[in-house]
Nanobody, 124 residues
């Protein structure tokens, strides 16, 4: 069992940067694939990025590739999402999530554990 706590959101101007953190508790953190999803008002939750347990592979949504970077520190049981060149359309509640290895990484239903979410608001 894994518990996840998201943090780091806030209000930022367009073009700015924010780093989100997701702290995990529980055993075997390094075996989990970690993902970030986001949900904007009136929209469905969507995939943002994912990283394998070792950190050797990362995956990104087309909309954020080249601007966002996912990383993890297994010793600290923490995953990060560095968000650069932010746009107003990045405004959303961001959630981290954890899943066991195998299968895909960009579908909400594949993830077993979720953080509570952290709000990111990008002003124009």
């Amino acid at each position: 069992h894994v518990q996840l706590v998201d943090s780091g959101g806030g209000l930022v101007q367009a073009g700015g940067s924010v780093r989100l953190s997701c702290a995990a508790s529980g055993r075997s953190f390094s075996t989990y694939v970690m993902g970030w999803f986001r949900q904007a008002p009136g929209k469905e939750r969507e995939f943002v990025a994912a990283i394998t347990g070792s950190g050797s592979s990362t995956y990104y949504a087309v909309s954020v590739k080249g601007r966002f970077t996912i990383s993890r520190d297994n010793a600290k049981k923490t995953v990060y999402l560095q968000m650069n060149s932010l746009k107003p359309e990045d405004t959303a509640v961001y959630y981290c999530a954890a899943k066991s290895p195998g299968g895909g990484v960009n579908k909400e239903y594949e993830y077993d554990y979720w953080g509570q979410g952290t709000q990111v608001t990008v002003s124009s």
